[in-house]
């Protein structure tokens, strides 16, 4: 114990204790709105265009590890005003597409979004990082409405394709199993295994694309083969609907 310094109280202990559960539970609430939100897109597009753009959606505050060692590696005194300000990603979201097209979509829908505020935004595809990492990071703040004050929270948003996250998923096990010095082969294997998930993404952002073309012409087909049989039968069931 260092010398001078009083022996804590259980009312000290008690407040340390309440401010730090309701310093987590900020950005528990912060991620509950935030997948509202993406929840919402995400039935939307189901519902009106029968296309469903996410594939996974997780969320997670940053265990108290972690938190440890970033401030470590920042040098930077622990307290929560401190953690608060230095650590953007205390509540981060990943948000998993099929099409690299989808994640683009996405980021524009959130940003658009009057109560959030976009405070950087890091594109991690048109500039991967030296080891091949790509996604797209937005660091947004977002108004978490409490009993008795509004605090705007900060939360990272990470959107990236399957393919990007098998990458980094496992380019992240391997950096913690030799404690970030990864022999000079596997970094090389995993730079080769980020350009061939990278050229499968554009493969398959092209496939689709074809598809939905073909789609198109169906449809105009569809369309063009018998209006009126198509109105009759709208109209039909408009009919029975008004008849319920
Ligand atoms: P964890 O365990 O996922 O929380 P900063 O946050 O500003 O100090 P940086 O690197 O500028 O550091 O932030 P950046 O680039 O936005 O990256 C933050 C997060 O992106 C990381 O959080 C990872 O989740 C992910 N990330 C960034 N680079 C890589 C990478 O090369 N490989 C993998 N697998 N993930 C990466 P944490 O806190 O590092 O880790």
């Known amino acids: 114990m260092i010398e001078n310094q009083k022996p804590m109280t259980k009312e000290d202990f008690e407040h340390i204790r309440k401010e730090i559960t309701r310093f987590r539970a900020m950005y528990k609430f912060a991620l509950?709105?935030?997948?509202?939100?993406?929840?919402?897109?995400?039935?939307?597009?189901?519902?009106?265009?029968?296309y469903n753009p996410i594939e996974h959606v997780n969320t997670r505050v940053k265990s108290g590890d972690s938190i440890l060692?970033?401030?470590?590696?920042?040098?930077?005194?622990?307290?929560?005003?401190?953690?608060?300000?230095?650590?953007?990603?205390?509540?981060?979201?990943?948000v998993t597409c099929s099409?690299?097209?989808?994640?683009?979509?996405?980021?524009?829908?959130?940003?658009n979004q009057a109560d959030i505020h976009v405070v950087e935004v890091k594109d991690y595809i048109k500039y991967p990082k030296p080891n091949g990492y790509q996604s797209l990071h937005l660091l947004l703040q977002i108004p978490v409405f409490m009993s008795d004050r509004t605090v705007n929270v900060n939360?990272?948003?990470?959107?990236?394709?399957?393919?990007?996250?098998?990458?980094?998923?496992?380019?992240?096990?391997?950096?913690?199993?030799?404690?970030?010095?990864?022999?000079?082969?596997?970094?090389?294997?995993?730079?080769?295994?980020?350009?061939?998930a990278s050229a499968l993404d554009r493969k398959m952002e092209r496939i689709n694309q074809e598809v939905?073309?073909?789609?198109e012409t169906d449809q105009e087909k569809e369309m063009l083969f018998n209006p009126a049989e198509m109105m009759t039968d709208l109209l039909k069931q408009m009919d029975l609907e008004k008849k319920k």
Do not use: C
Request: neutral net charge; without cysteine; glycine residues 2%.
């Open 99 to 111: 099409f690299v097209s989808d994640i683009y979509r996405i980021s524009e829908m959130i940003q």
């Open 69 to 94: 060692k970033k401030m470590q590696k920042k040098g930077i005194p622990l307290s929560l005003d401190a953690i608060e300000k230095e650590i953007k990603d205390l509540a981060g979201i990943r």
């Open 32 to 50: 509950d709105e935030i997948s509202t939100k993406v929840n919402i897109l995400k039935e939307e597009f189901q519902l009106i265009h029968t």
């Open 155 to 196: 939360i990272e948003m990470q959107i990236r394709t399957i393919a990007m996250d098998f990458w980094a998923s496992l380019e992240h096990k391997i950096y913690y199993k030799y404690q970030g010095n990864v022999p000079e082969k596997l970094t090389l294997e995993l730079k080769e295994a980020a350009d061939t």
């Open 212 to 215: 939905n073309i073909l789609k």
